[in-house]
């Protein structure tokens, strides 16, 4: 007698069947849908906290820097003007009576 070959024949589609019904199958395949979910629960959420975070970033921190940039370029124009005018730049706020 010849020995059954397990993929060629009828047999391996119920063993088949069996693993694919068994619990540990279906809780494996739970797992990963759970998985799936979350990650796109996740991914989503992300995607929010980056939109709010650059929104935030263009509204408050961009006019800051710009406001910053034109009064340092005004304090080196006064220093400028101070130093073509010959009057040395007062040193350190202290007032002179």
Same mark, same amino acid.
């Given at each position: 007698?010849?020995?059954? &070959?397990?993929?060629?024949?009828?047999? =391996?589609?119920?063993? $088949? *069947?069996?693993?694919? /019904?068994?619990?540990?199958?279906? @809780?494996? &395949? /739970?797992?990963?849908?759970? *998985?799936?979910?979350?990650?796109?629960? $996740?991914?989503?959420?992300?995607?929010?906290? *980056?939109?709010?975070?650059?929104?935030?970033?263009?509204?408050?921190?961009? +006019?800051?820097?710009? #406001? %910053? =940039? &034109?009064? @340092? $370029?005004? /304090? #080196? %124009? #006064?220093?400028? @003007?101070?130093?073509? $005018?010959?009057? +040395?730049? +007062? *040193?350190?706020? %202290? +007032?002179?009576?």
């Amino acid at each position: 007698m010849a020995p059954k &070959r397990i993929g060629v024949g009828g047999g =391996d589609s119920s063993i $088949l *069947a069996k693993i694919a /019904n068994s619990s540990i199958v279906s @809780q494996g &395949r /739970n797992a990963a849908c759970d *998985a799936v979910y979350v990650s796109k629960k $996740l991914l989503k959420s992300t995607g929010k906290a *980056a939109w709010i975070a650059g929104t935030t970033l263009l509204i408050l921190v961009v +006019p800051l820097v710009i #406001e %910053m =940039d &034109r009064e @340092q $370029l005004l /304090n #080196e %124009m #006064e220093f400028q @003007q101070t130093s073509l $005018l010959g009057t +040395p730049p +007062p *040193a350190g706020g %202290m +007032p002179m009576y």
